[in-house]
């Protein structure tokens, strides 16, 4: 829904100002968000997706009568 | 710290992380005992990289007969003679052939790998243009092998898979540089036994609920199934399997590589109406005699089995696999 409230006019706010807002820009500026916290957790997924993931290939051939 | 900052130096630690487990993947993923059902082309690298750096084996190449259909890795007839003392490699798939077998033996070959003998099945189905291993190579195998095959033998088989789609070629990309990525289903199947952990989980629902047992029963093999899986059309240098059987005979007499093929055994009893006929005998004779010229010893095991050592119309039960091992055992030297 666009609105008086949510439209911004291009050129009227400064982009740090919509940044600073944005939920991400928010969580990296966390002390939590350490580099070797986020890195290892960005990994996990990953192997996560990986080894849990969908087989994406069909078996070549098989015999099951 | 800077968000950008923070981002960059995340990546880093990812890509660090990515990095030391491919060093640890590359070093420590384990050796199977047999290739898995939907094996990468990076794991018969890695088996063929072992077997090039270890002492000189025997090698199987074969078909689901050799591979252990429906039975434990243990139970597969190359395992048992591994057991026994056997210095062996399986490298037996489901939906072998003539080309397959030709396939795997040419990157071997390729390699550098020199084994102490190959052993190899020949199955008088796969004779038949309608099977479908007849004149397809597994696409594993075949992203290894094709690029070898001379364009006379590239123009006999299938086309090998290579989509050029942006997510095919993104695959590609990520698996030339990230071993665990490219080893991707060998690593689900060591860790379920499955594909991948939703049909593991799925197959151990249908077995404990009684599902499986009840749609084995319903499928028992029957001979109507197996109408139309031999053709038994005479033999000569026009069937594909032929010529890639002379392939491989004229592969192993130039590389100077012993070599024992059996002939698959086969259900006699279930398939009588279809295969004992005096041309099945012929067919027989010939693959025989083709092998027997290129200097390729023959171990004839067609009509050596019962009908209760058979699962279907070639495959052996656990049992079957027993007796299958203790009649190649003299053959390879082992008591």
């Known amino acids: 829904m666009i609105d008086s409230d949510h439209l911004v006019v291009p050129g009227s706010r400064d982009v740090t100002d919509v940044l600073a807002t944005d939920p991400i820009y928010r969580l990296l500026g966390r002390r939590l968000a350490h580099p070797v916290v986020l890195g290892f957790v960005l990994f996990v997924l990953a192997l996560a997706l990986i080894v849990l993931g969908p087989a994406s290939e069909s078996r070549f051939i098989y015999t099951d009568f | ?335």
């Open chain 2, 1 to 335: 710290m800077k968000p950008l900052r923070i981002l960059c130096a995340t990546a880093l630690v990812f890509l660090i992380l990515v990095a030391a487990t491919d060093v640890g993947v590359r070093a420590a993923f384990p050796s199977l005992p047999r290739l898995d059902g939907d094996f990468s082309p990076a794991l018969l690298e890695l088996e063929i990289d072992r077997l090039r750096d270890g002492s000189p084996a025997t090698v199987f190449l074969g078909d689901s007969e050799l591979w252990g259909y429906r039975l434990r890795t243990e139970q597969a007839a190359p395992a048992i003679l591994g057991a026994r003392g056997l210095r062996e490699t399986n490298l037996s798939y489901e939906g072998g052939s003539p080309v397959n077998t030709y396939a795997v033996l040419e990157v071997l070959l390729a390699s550098g790998v020199r084994p102490k003998r190959v052993v190899f099945n020949v199955n008088q189905k796969v004779f038949n243009a309608l099977d479908s291993a007849y004149a397809t190579v597994q696409p594993s195998v075949a992203e290894l092998a094709l690029p070898r095959f001379s364009p006379a033998d590239a123009a006999l088989v299938a086309p090998a898979r290579a989509p050029a789609t942006f997510e095919a070629r993104l695959d590609r990309g990520v698996r030339a540089i990230w071993r665990l990525y490219a080893l991707r289903n060998d690593l689900r199947e060591l860790l379920f036994g499955d594909v991948d952990a939703a049909h593991a989980l799925a197959a151990r629902l249908v077995a404990a609920d009684g599902t499986q047992r009840r749609t084995d029963a319903a499928h028992a093999p029957t001979a109507a199934v197996f109408e139309g899986t031999y053709d038994l059309a005479p033999l000569d240098d026009t069937n594909v399997s032929v010529h890639f059987l002379r392939r491989i005979v004229a592969a192993l007499r130039a590389a100077r590589v012993p070599a024992l093929a059996i002939l698959t055994p086969t259900n006699h009893t279930l398939l009588h109406d279809y295969i004992d006929t005096p041309q099945y005998g012929k067919n027989l004779a010939y693959v025989r005699r083709l092998l027997a010229a290129g200097g390729v010893r023959v171990v004839d095991l067609d009509g050596a089995f019962g009908a209760a050592d058979f699962i279907d119309n070639d495959h052996l039960t656990a049992a079957g696999n027993e007796r299958f091992a203790s009649l190649l055992a003299p053959q390879l030297g082992r008591p």
